[in-house]
């Protein structure tokens, strides 16, 4: 029997409760969302503006967590209090993030002590400070939770399916409540240039030399290599209705697929992520016929940009659902990109209005997609998907839909 022979398992219904974002100069989902639809942009941000940690971590906090954990932190708590500051049996709490690397600054920063004066060089908590799931553990520190607590990581595709895991672990009863989504900070300079990383994707040409992301642009270079966090606060239905939370959207189903194509590039026409689509509206019990709106990866590369177009038109044909980039706004902060792009939907669901592919200026004739362009787009909401693709060829779908009625 194929994957897609296998009949979805019935579970809780799982909806979205809390939204906590810091992105460029935007700390909360409110200022995300002016930024998202705003008529005027300007530059697409590199790193997390004015932000002070202080504000989130104690001292002794601090000095034990990398700047990646830092903004998840506060991310997680924004997403906590959005949600009215609940109070949550602590074993039944999970806390699912992804982070694709860790804190590199600071690996990097203890072998050039080690090389420049051995142990006396590198700093006692390098080792510990820097691990990939330091986000995950000090959103569980800072929220008192006791339950699942993990960090995927899974390239630029981890976010969403840290959202993924997290909905199926509370749609199944394993948790009652989830804290998941991306955090990123692994800029090692304030220019492109100045940075290892950010350098070599531009010699890969695959980060743009303009101030700005193109998403399907014709003239589009590439991404900005950033940093940020999103976090969302999953929770089951019936718990949000007793204690009258606010529902921004509710999450149905998740994919994951690898393109076993190319390290880099996609597979031709986005013949996986067209496959993980697929996964997802089928756990989410929703007709390709019925999705109005994709959020899509969007990285204003040549070859990205262009297969994202071709899935959605294979599996959704003309007329369907309007694509949107956000990385005109957010940059690409790695991991957290999935997890801010979750909270996009959420909102976009929210406020019945699609954001804009902002700094888009040249039609492309080969994107023949629906591209939401120039203005924010009213709609009535109904089912949508935020759509991650990764180095390594991964593939993550989230659906979501707007919230059910009473």
Not at 96 to 109: F, H, K, Q, R, Y
Not at 164 to 184: N, P
């Amino acid at each position: 029997m194929s994957v897609a022979e296998v009949e979805p398992r019935i579970g809780r219904r799982v909806v979205v409760t809390g939204l906590g974002v810091l992105s460029g100069s935007c700390v909360g989902h409110e200022e995300f969302w002016q930024a998202l639809v705003a008529p005027d942009p300007g530059p697409t941000h590199r790193k997390v503006l004015d932000f002070e940690p202080r504000r989130w971590l104690d001292r002794r906090r601090l000095q034990r967590t990398a700047r990646f954990a830092q903004i998840a932190v506060a991310a997680g708590r924004l997403a906590h209090e959005d949600a009215g500051s609940p109070v949550d049996d602590p074993e039944a709490v999970a806390v699912v993030m992804g982070t694709a690397n860790g804190d590199a600054g600071l690996i990097i920063e203890g072998y050039l002590g080690f090389q420049a004066k051995g142990r006396e060089g590198v700093s006692l908590l390098s080792g510990v400070i820097c691990m990939s799931n330091a986000g995950s553990a000090n959103i569980a520190f800072d929220l008192g939770s006791k339950g699942t607590t993990y960090s995927v990581a899974s390239g630029c595709a981890s976010g969403t399916h840290a959202v993924g895991e997290a909905f199926r672990l509370v749609r199944y009863g394993q948790a009652d409540v989830a804290y998941t989504g991306g955090s990123e900070a692994s800029l090692m300079g304030d220019d492109a240039l100045e940075d290892p990383v950010a350098a070599g994707l531009l010699n890969l040409r695959v980060h743009t030399e303009e101030p700005v992301v193109r998403a399907f642009d014709l003239n589009r270079q590439g991404f900005i290599l950033s940093e940020g966090a999103g976090v969302m606060r999953l929770e089951t239905l019936d718990a949000a209705r007793a204690r009258g939370a606010h529902i921004y959207a509710e999450v149905l189903g998740a994919g994951n697929t690898v393109d076993g194509y190319d390290l880099i590039q996609p597979a031709p026409r986005g013949e996986g992520s067209r496959r993980c689509m697929t996964l997802a509206l089928r756990e989410a019990g929703v007709d390709p016929a019925d999705v109005g709106h994709i959020n899509v990866h969007g990285t204003a590369t040549k070859h990205n940009d262009q297969a994202e177009s071709d899935a959605a038109m294979d599996l959704f044909g003309s007329g369907g659902p309007a694509l949107t980039s956000t990385k005109g706004i957010t940059g690409h902060p790695g991991a957290a990109a999935g997890g801010l792009e979750a909270v996009a939907l959420a909102l976009t669901i929210h406020h019945r209005v699609i954001p804009p592919t902002q700094h888009f200026e040249t039609p492309d004739p080969e994107i023949t997609a629906d591209i939401v362009v120039g203005a924010p787009r009213p709609w009535e909401p109904g089912y949508a998907l935020s759509n991650s693709l990764s180095l390594g060829g991964q593939n993550g779908s989230i659906v979501m839909g707007p919230p059910p009625a009473a």
